[in-house]
């Protein structure tokens, strides 16, 4: 992603829960390409896991998580080994921080059209 070349204008960018595996840094540079790519009006949808301002609603947030992947038949143990594989690759940011970094990115109107736990949907428009 970092060093990919947009060929044409688009209407509309989909990444979903690819960004927050990116340096903060290339985030940027990338959604500004993003940008630059969509035709006047165009839409960019991104999905990302993202961090609650609070630390006690994340721990209640992975709590209510770890039991959802439970019941879909994951062991203590396998949570564990996903959770330590994405430790230090994958960087979530928080939902303002998020808004942030698309409306700094030129996007004009941005608002978050889904939210689930710590998953977040953001429509960001040019």
């Known amino acids: 992603l970092e060093s990919y070349e947009f060929e044409e204008t688009s209407n509309l960018i989909l990444s979903v829960f690819t960004l927050h595996f990116l340096p903060i840094e290339e985030r940027k540079k990338l959604l500004k390409r ?3 790519t969509l035709n006047k009006g165009g839409a960019f949808l991104l ?3 993202t961090y609650p301002e609070n630390a006690k609603i994340q721990d209640i947030y992975t709590q209510i998580y770890h ?3 439970e019941s879909n038949g994951l062991t203590a143990c396998d949570i564990r080994n996903k959770e330590k594989a994405l430790r230090g690759v994958l960087t979530p940011l928080t939902i303002s921080e998020n808004l942030d970094l698309l409306t700094s990115s030129g996007f004009s109107n941005v608002d978050v059209f889904f939210k689930h736990l ?3 949907g953001f429509l960001a428009i040019k």
């Open 67 to 69: 039991d959802e992947k």
């Open 47 to 49: 999905v990302e896991k």
């Open 34 to 36: 993003v940008n630059q």
């Open 118 to 120: 710590q998953f977040t």
